[in-house]
């Protein structure tokens, strides 16, 4: 990755490494990884955000309203997108979203000034792509349920013409296939191409301090104005992704839900 | 790449699916399905309680309104009333007033009448005592001067011809 490849690699922040072996099932060894403590945290911060909103007050304090702006946001993008019946997802797709927006902001937390190494969980596919099958999961059988094989008219949007039928259902049914990957696949990319880039900008101040005032000064200081810009948009980036994931996931449902 | 690295590592994929599976799923059941339909309920009521309160003071606006027009009708009913009342009572006391005063007309006049009787028999009676009187001087005078002696009876009828001509 760099001249110095054996000292700097931007991709072994993405290294999954194990802390202690707890069982072994069906041939498949089960570790305390770093990733299951980045999610625990992930998840026990994100409890006690939630647990700041449950003061059920009639008039909310800061921290209150905060919480029930996030249950405002996802519960009016999911009426807005499927209806009054998206009320039943909502849990799901909150849980979705807050997850993996908690996952993306802690990766984001420069905490190795702490001497910790933070994971971002979402830079892994196979979270992402676990998430993402679970929802296409939700999607078929919330939409076989509801709609029986009435549910393949999905591949043949209204108003086609009886013709062209043979060519758009096919393509249809590809796309319909392709969302799980994509979905899963559109996280793990932002997620990891961020982080390269962060890494890589970092490397360069860090680089730039052995090259001599003449070049390192105007260097790294260019580089570390463009790290502040691309921490800003990174953080934009982990909210948006999440966003992105829930928003499509509630799109997907809608389609089981309401069939176009 | 890391991520496609380790997949070939045992315990990797198996941790990974694991982990989520336990930490998701709590996160769904605690936090999806316990606290989020709970604050979902509280801005619920909230909007409920907002609504409600707009309404019931848009009812007293109105109810504030229906009472103040009322208020105006039984004012303006009562004025009405009033000046009536002050009407009646005014023609009232002119009429009693006029009643009073023909009663006292035909009182006074009454008295006038009476009086007048009594002045007019007065004379009456006067005259009577008056022509006695002269007819006894005439008597008198007649006895005395002629010796004759007059009736009564005459001297009275000879005064009356004189006194009313």
Redesign the interface.
Known sequence: MSAEAGKFDPMHQFTVEPIAKLFAAGGREVWLTTSAVWMLAAAVILWLFMLGGMKRQLVPGRWQMAVEGFTGFISSMMSTNIGPEGRKYTPYVFSLFMFILFCNILGMVPFALGGLHPLTVTSHFTITGVLAVLSFAIVLVVGFWRHGLHFFSLFVPHGTPWPMIPFIAPIEFVSFMVRPFSLGLRLFVAMTAGHVLLEVFANFIVQSSGAGAAIGLPVGIASMALMIGISALELLVAGIQAYVFALLTSLYINDAVNLH | ???IN??AE????????????L??G???V????G??????A??D??DR?IADDLAAAKAAHASADGLEEQYRQQSDLSRAAAQAAVQDAKDKAARDAEKRLAKVDAELADKLAAAEADVSAARKSAMAEIEAVAAEAAGDLVAKLSGVKVAAADAKQAVKAVLHG
């Not at chain 2, 045992?10 to 989520?20: E, T, V």
């Not at chain 2, 605690?30 to 399905?33: E, N, P, S, W």
């Open positions: 790449m890391p991520q380790q997949l045992n315990w990797y994929f198996a941790s990974q699916l694991f982990w989520l599976a930490i998701f709590a996160v769904f605690v936090i999806g399905l606290m989020y339909p709970k604050i979902e509280t801005v009521a909230r309680k």
